[in-house]
């Protein structure tokens, strides 16, 4: 069974740094595409990170970019995000995924159970 564990999240000042984890189980991790998305109040769900399965094609959204880096160690089956210079804007929970194949497409079909990040003064 699919399993996508995160920790890492918690309360940091502005300008502060959080590494997040997600440890990862019930499938071929080192051949799948694992993202990071948030989720603030109010808002839409957002991606904010992506990375291939080689660890060499990473994405970013545009609002994380320069800030926020995504890796992968596949011995220990673990992707991470670790977020610097943080803004009371990336308060949010942050969710692990992995794509889903349907037998005619890929989705973001697997989800963590989500893990709060509170950015305050």
């Known amino acids: 069974q699919v399993q996508l564990v995160e920790s890492g999240g918690g309360s940091v000042q502005p300008g502060g740094s959080l590494r997040l984890s997600c440890a990862a189980s019930g499938f071929t991790f080192r051949t799948s595409t694992m993202k990071w998305y948030r989720q603030a109040p109010e808002k839409e769900r957002e991606l904010v990170a992506s990375?291939?399965?080689?660890?060499?094609?990473?994405n970013y959204a545009d609002s994380v970019k320069g800030r926020f880096t995504i890796s992968r160690d596949n011995a220990k089956n673990t992707v991470y995000l670790q977020m610097n210079s943080l803004k009371p804007e990336d308060t949010a929970v942050y969710y692990c995924n992995t794509e889903r194949w349907t037998g005619i497409r890929w989705y973001d079909g697997y989800w963590g159970q989500g893990t709060q990040v509170t950015v305050s003064s």
């Open positions: 990375i291939g399965s080689a660890g060499g094609s990473t």
